[in-house]
């Protein structure tokens, strides 16, 4: 059971980055996936998630309109898309599983309902 997290990296405030979490090893379409962070000093914290479908993709306030979360089920990867970064989006960035429901409709943004989780991907915004 793998999740592997890529595409991070260092970047000045107002730019892109885009990261993606490939899995293996266990199942990837019928369950919620979703994205957390945790910057240097602080609790990790929810910044998106999405339904098995990708019908339903709740943000946290901090990140809304500027990260885009997606899917793609037949890759078994999972993206943020990460728009308009400011050095407060500094962080390790997390995929995680929600295996607790199949085919959920409703992301949770509880770290705790998550149980399979990847080992984090670091994104650096300078000022």
């Known amino acids: 059971v793998q999740l592997q997290a890529s595409g991070g990296g260092l970047v000045q405030a107002g730019e892109s980055l885009r990261l993606s979490c490939s899995a293996s090893?266990?199942?990837?379409?019928?369950?919620?996936m979703g994205w957390f962070r945790q910057a240097p000093g602080k609790e990790r914290e929810f910044a998106a998630a999405i339904s098995w479908n990708g019908g339903t993709t709740p943000y946290a306030d901090s990140v809304k309109g500027r990260f885009t979360i997606s899917r793609d089920n037949a890759k078994k990867t999972l993206y943020l898309e990460m728009n308009s970064l400011r050095p407060e989006d500094t962080a390790v960035y997390y995929c995680a599983q929600d295996r607790s429901s199949l085919r959920a409709q409703y992301p949770s943004p509880a770290s705790s309902r998550y149980k399979y989780w990847g080992q984090g991907t670091l994104v650096t915004v300078s000022s």
């Open positions: 090893g266990l199942s990837f379409s019928n369950y919620v």
